[in-house]
């Protein structure tokens, strides 16, 4: 407000400086209303961007909200990627410990051979013997 006030009564010294006699009343009335409504639009614009302003701290509020969400399923999905890591490696160096094994004995190979060739591991209806808890996925993980 003091900003409006002082403005007015700057335009007015102005234009008793300019010349007294040429200043009319209504020449003042129309500057005053003039004023008048700049600082009506200056309040309107300020409410309009404290409005704004508002709804863009909501906004953020909730695109940080989304933020944390999306960071805690990315640590769950890094955390089960690392998982699957290491239940992979523990499987594939024991299949290849497994292949070695089965060089290193032909008979039991052929065995293994006439096995998969009778009961194939993936029939439904082979029934799967319970997991060993030292594998991945057994019964005391």
């Not at 409006?4 to 500057?31: E, N």
């Not at 499987?91 to 065995?111: D, E, G, M, N, S």
Request: charged fraction near 25%; proline fraction near 6%.
């Amino acid at each position: 407000m003091r900003p409006v006030y002082f403005t007015v009564v700057l335009l007015m010294a102005c234009a008793t400086s300019l010349g007294a006699d040429d200043v009319k009343p209504d020449d003042l009335r129309r500057m005053y209303n003039d004023t008048l409504s700049q600082l009506r639009a200056a309040q309107d614009r300020k409410a309009e961007l404290a409005t704004e302003n508002a709804r863009l701290t909501a906004r953020v509020a909730e695109l940080e909200k989304q933020l944390k969400e999306q960071t805690t399923q990315c640590d769950d999905a890094r955390r089960q990627a690392a998982a699957l890591a290491r239940s992979t490696y523990f499987l594939r160096t024991h299949y290849a410990a497994w292949v070695q094994f089965l060089q290193f004995y032909p008979v039991i190979q052929l065995q293994w051979d006439l096995f998969l060739d009778r009961v194939p591991p993936l029939s439904p209806e082979l029934e799967m013997p319970p997991l060993d808890s030292r594998w991945p996925g057994g019964n005391d993980e």
